[in-house]
């Protein structure tokens, strides 16, 4: 089974920006992604990237974040522009994201890493 190991969350202010990196042990997945969870809310899908290299994103990232990943260094990346405080939250990268890698709350079938917290300050 893969094993992720996020990192690069931090904290920043309003309109600001970070990148996560996720590294994979292994990169067989077809469709790999982000979510993310803020406290007393449900985990929701944010970006997801396929085989192919066709990405999907969140109507509320679209123009904001950036799906990346780097096949030769088994990496995974997200670029968040324009932060806003509605985008703090645990940030988690996923493998074996199931079905057609559109964005959709987690089903159940997502190889998860440990997570990255994201702050934001307004």
């Known amino acids: 089974q893969v094993q992720l190991v996020e990192s690069g969350g931090g904290s920043v202010q309003a309109g600001g920006s970070l990148r996560l990196s996720c590294a994979a042990s292994a990169y067989s997945s077809y469709c790999m992604g982000w979510f993310r969870q803020a406290p007393g809310k449900e985990r929701e899908g944010v970006a997801n990237i396929n085989s192919d290299g066709m990405t999907y994103y969140a109507d509320s990232v679209k123009g904001r974040f950036t799906i990346s990943k780097d096949n030769a260094k088994n990496t995974l990346y997200l670029q968040m522009n324009s932060l806003n405080p509605e985008d703090a939250a645990m940030y988690y990268c996923?493998?074996?994201?199931?079905?057609?890698?559109?964005?959709?709350?987690?089903?159940?079938?997502?190889?998860w890493g440990q997570g990255t917290q994201v702050t934001v300050s307004s």
């Open positions: 996923a493998a074996d994201v199931p079905g057609d890698c559109f964005v959709r709350r987690p089903s159940g079938g997502e190889v």
